[in-house]
């Protein structure tokens, strides 16, 4: 599998160079792509973009209007959509028209750098980069340091023709995006960005509309009640796409058994009756599987909504243990009906989790309600 590091390569810069030069004749490509490519091989996929601005900084004019305008004549078209709505791949002839894809990267972060001190252009300049990649890291400084004139700008993109500029509005301003500078003023205080989630749920995209549910589930994170309040406001009336996008920006405080946000989605009572947990084995190895079997029994004459969740408690390496919450089951417990579930839980290694020796438990989450528990001792 090629290396995520080698999306930004020498071909790269030498596309860069080919089409900054084609707009700009006075373009000193021979030292941009020196600079650019230099040791390029040896450094990782950040570091590369940032090498790129680096190379883009030392050779656009020093007048930042005209570099602006420079890097938006170099621009391929925007990236059209597929039939489900979603960016699809420019063609080659396309390709071939100017720049796209993760230069923009780079690009996005020269403007960030550079047009601090002339902040309506910089946002025009976004505008158009954002269509060819997305400009989601390079928009996050200038929200931190001009809030009030990038909100408003925000404001009137929301009804923009363009899907990627509309999804810059939700997923720029997101408080926390990976691998973005955290907003950390809208960490403290999302009601800013509000208005402007009202606005776009109910977007014709889904691309859109999925930014909209992960800027939710960024808020719920720092304000759970104003996201458990947002879904039973707007689950009123919603209609199937809403009301996927709510469900998926509820989707950390459901894991979490967060009551308010389960009583907005009618799961906020109990179980009546009894449950049962117990694991295939009480001793396993680390990259074995151990499965789960669960007995649900009800006790009520109505039939009710069950979310089952179960969490791993897994050791770290102090000894002490972390809960990880799991997806489990979304069923109807008929009137005292009797309900058996299994699930094969994986203890292979994964990138963004260690597993460690030693005893580990699973609970049984039934409506957010810790209902069972079982034991089981990791060995290597």
């Known amino acids: 599998m090629e290396p995520f590091k080698n999306l930004i390569n020498t071909g790269t810069v030498q596309r860069a160079g080919q089409h900054l030069q084609r707009v700009w004749p006075a373009f000193d490509r021979q030292g941009f792509e020196l600079r650019a490519a230099s040791g390029l091989d040896a450094l990782e996929f950040k570091a590369r973009a940032m090498q790129l601005a680096d190379a883009l900084e030392s050779a656009l004019p020093a007048d930042f209007a005209d570099a602006a305008s420079v890097l938006e004549a170099s621009l391929a078209p925007p990236i059209p959509l597929d039939a489900r709505g979603e960016p699809a791949g420019l063609s080659d002839a ?3 028209q100017g720049l796209s894809g993760w230069v923009v990267w780079s690009m996005g972060d020269y403007v960030a750098r550079r047009g601090m001190d002339d902040v309506p252009r910089a946002l025009r300049c976004l505008h158009a980069l954002t269509q060819r990649f997305s400009a989601e890291f390079a928009i996050r400084p200038f ?3 001009a809030p009030d004139a990038v909100l408003a700008t925000l404001a009137q993109w929301v009804e923009d023709p363009s899907v990627h500029v509309r999804r810059l509005v939700s997923e720029g301003s997101r408080p926390r995006l990976p691998w ?19 606005a776009l749920q109910d977007d014709p995209s889904a691309y859109v509309r999925r930014s909209v549910a992960n800027h939710l589930n960024d808020i719920a994170k720092d304000h759970p009640e104003l996201v458990a309040g947002w879904v039973r406001e707007h689950l009123r009336a919603a209609g199937p796409a809403r009301t ?5 920006a509820s989707r ?4 979490r058994g ?50 089952v969740d179960y969490v791993v408690h897994h050791v770290r390496a102090n000894g002490s243990t972390s809960p990880k919450v799991f997806k489990g089951w979304k069923l109807t417990l008929g009137a005292r009906e009797q309900r058996a579930l299994s699930k094969r839980h994986s203890l292979r290694p994964v990138t963004t989790r260690v597993l460690y020796p030693g005893k580990h438990r699973i609970e049984l989450q039934v409506n957010g309600q810790t209902r069972a528990h079982a034991d089981f001792d990791l060995v290597n």
């Open 94 to 96: 396309q390709g071939e």
């Open 143 to 145: 929200i931190q340091r």
């Open 180 to 198: 973005g500078l955290r907003l950390q003023a809208l960490v403290a205080d999302p009601t800013p960005t509000l208005p402007l989630l009202r």
């Open 244 to 248: 996927a996008l709510l469900r998926h």
């Open 252 to 255: 950390s405080l459901i894991k």
């Open 258 to 307: 967060h009551a308010p946000t389960l009583s907005a989605w009618g799961l906020g009572q109990g179980l009546l009756g009894r449950v049962s947990l117990s694991l295939s084995a009480t001793r396993a190895a680390v990259g074995d599987e151990i499965a789960l079997s669960v007995s649900l029994a009800s006790s009520s004459a109505q039939p009710q909504d069950l979310l």
